[in-house]
């Protein structure tokens, strides 16, 4: 059984930092690339940042500078540094597992920047 579990979420305030983890389970972590992705309150659920197998990375334009996405493939983890965070980074943040046309989800974790 596949699981990709988020953690990390919370309430913040704007400029401070987060880090989200997001620990898979039931996959051969190291060669699914991996993302992170977030949906705000009526809008489309978007990428924010993907690793791939080999570690290269692509970001969002709105989070480039501020987001880190790394993983850990001893630990089947993937995280997401958020710093200086803004009140438009609240969203509920997703977890995406994805090996070719194989890709699953995690349950997401809210983030909430207050002004």
């Known amino acids: 059984q596949v699981q990709l579990v988020e953690s990390g979420g919370g309430l913040v305030q704007a400029g401070e930092s987060l880090r989200l983890s997001c620990a898979a389970s039931?996959?051969?972590?190291?060669?699914?690339?991996m993302g992170w992705y977030r949906q705000a309150p009526g809008k489309q659920r978007e990428l924010v940042a993907r690793?791939?197998?080999?570690?290269?990375?692509n970001y969002a334009d709105s989070v480039k500078g501020r987001f880190t996405i790394s993983r850990d493939n001893a630990k089947n983890t993937v995280y997401l540094q958020m710093n200086s965070l803004k009140p438009e980074d609240t969203a509920v943040y997703y977890c995406?597992?994805?090996?070719?046309?194989?890709?699953?989800w995690g349950k997401g974790t809210l983030v909430t920047v207050s002004s």
């Open positions: 995406n597992a994805k090996y070719f046309v194989t890709e699953y």
């Open positions: 690793i791939t197998s080999d570690g290269s990375t």
């Open positions: 039931g996959i051969r972590f190291s060669i699914n690339a």
